[in-house]
């Protein structure tokens, strides 16, 4: 069973159906953040279950094919060293499903947080906007906003 789900999904197949299945989650959290279903569907563990198990299903792939995580290790010793890394498949879906995850859990950091400090839905459009692209510039263009709500500057909560 595994191999036909490993024949189905490929590496492209899961790359176009990760982008378009991350969609749905980020509408529900920019438009309809307000709703039972954002918090039941995006903003609770369950897109982050979804996206570990794929993440997990990557790791056995591509460990049952003899891929060599330790070369992955290799990132941390220079820019040319990321920069081949970034060239090998099996190295470039596991990040960028790892980026995708992190950028889907800060958005709904940042729907939880603004409901939390009762900031209105129409000030988080951008900052969550941006967060789908560029997740920490999101992030930050979210604390500049949180500071006139919260009424202090928190370097932690």
């Not at 995006?42 to 891929?67: A, D, K, N």
């Not at 990132?75 to 990321?82: E, N, P, R, S, T």
């Amino acid at each position: 069973m595994i191999e036909q789900i490993s024949d189905f999904f490929t590496i492209e197949m899961i790359y176009l159906w990760l982008n378009i299945g991350v969609l749905p989650f980020w509408i529900l959290l920019i438009f309809f953040s307000n709703t039972k279903l954002s918090s039941f569907l995006v903003t609770s563990i369950f897109p982050q279950i979804i996206l570990g198990t794929l993440y997990i299903y990557l790791v056995y792939y591509f460990y049952i094919s003899g891929y060599n995580f330790f070369n992955n290790f290799k990132l941390y010793l220079g820019i040319k060293d990321l920069n081949n890394l970034f060239s090998d498949y099996p190295f470039l879906i596991m990040f960028w499903v790892h980026f995708i995850a992190i950028n889907l859990f800060c958005g709904c950091w940042i729907v939880k947080d603004s409901q939390k400090l009762m900031i209105s839905k129409f000030l988080i459009f951008i900052p969550l906007i941006i967060t789908y692209f560029v997740g920490p510039v999101g992030l930050i263009i979210y604390w500049l906003i949180r500071i006139f709500f919260a009424k202090k500057i928190s370097l932690y909560d």
